[in-house]
């Protein structure tokens, strides 16, 4: 199946590191002009060293009042994948209201702002568009020190079900993709114990983590004309996880 992203431009968060770089990265191959969006310059500079054409953009999509002014100036987007992502666990009795509102201003509230922006200009250039949400296998099971993280992504996975009604007359649509484990710099963070690793792969029927671009491909996929219909989906790349 070829894919082609020729005349579309596409914003990507959190493209500094792990899916969201290698996700910014694969666009641009299939030929998309593209906007970087994360909160390391460092980060950014070396991405537009490994492919020039890349715009970036460095800004803490915490920061409301921020994101707002660093996205004003970007142009007309045609295809957003709001993919930046934090986790911080602690056991359910532990967590602290800053670690919640950390989590939550990143995971959700950051993804209404950044697509309310960028849909607003879809809708008045009436060109159409598709949003990918990167969410997790987490919004819909149950995980032991993840219950800040689980709350987010379950509501990453509503918010994308009312996004895609309310855009879906724009012809605008709206999906996400929920990965199992893959070993980035956030995975490792919770399961680079092998105890914790191991029940983890036991759960899984491929027997396998995702890798980076087992999502990368399912995200171009949900942005390209290839999933014309498809819109208000919560997508596994789980090997079978959710399924059992
Ligand atoms: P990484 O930690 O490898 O990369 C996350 C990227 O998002 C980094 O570039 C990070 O920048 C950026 N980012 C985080 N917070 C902000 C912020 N406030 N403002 C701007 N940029 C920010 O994570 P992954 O690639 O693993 O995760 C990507 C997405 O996939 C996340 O939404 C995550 O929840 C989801 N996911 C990941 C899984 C996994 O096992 N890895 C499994 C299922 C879902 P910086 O490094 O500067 O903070």
């Not at 990265?25 to 500079?45: E, F, S």
């Not at 460095?58 to 295809?79: F, M, N, R, S």
């Not at 060109?127 to 949400?133: D, P």
């Not at 918010?159 to 490792?188: C, F, H, W, Y």
Request: aromatic share 4%; with cysteine; charged share 20%.
């Amino acid at each position: 199946m070829e894919v082609s992203f020729v005349g579309k431009r596409a914003l990507v968060t959190g493209a500094g590191k792990g899916i969201g770089r290698d996700t910014a990265l694969a666009l641009a191959r299939c030929g998309a002009k593209v906007t970087a969006v994360t909160r390391t310059q460092a980060d950014l500079d070396s991405l537009v060293q490994e492919c020039a054409s890349i715009t970036p953009v460095c800004v803490d999509l915490a920061d409301w009042g921020a994101t707002e002014a660093a996205l004003q100036v970007v142009g007309p987007i045609d295809l957003l994948v709001n993919n930046a992502g934090c986790a911080s666990l602690q056991p359910f009795l532990e967590v602290t209201p800053d670690q919640f509102d950390q989590s939550f201003n990143v995971n959700v509230k950051a993804v209404l702002h950044v697509s309310q922006i960028l849909a607003r200009g879809m809708k008045a250039r009436g060109s159409g568009g598709s949003i990918v949400n990167v969410s997790s296998q987490a919004s819909q099971c149950a995980l032991r020190d993840h219950a800040v993280y689980c709350a987010t992504k379950g509501a990453l996975d509503m918010l994308t079900k009312v996004m895609a009604l309310e855009l879906g007359p724009q012809q605008i649509r709206v999906n996400s993709v929920n990965p199992t484990v893959v070993m980035t710099d956030m995975g490792r963070l919770g399961w680079s114990d092998p105890e914790k690793s191991k029940t983890m792969l036991s759960r899984i029927p491929l027997g396998r983590f995702a890798e980076v671009e087992d999502v990368v491909n399912t995200i171009l996929f949900l942005l390209s004309d290839k999933s014309n219909m498809i819109n208000g989906v919560s997508l596994p790349v789980d090997g079978g996880f959710l399924a059992c």
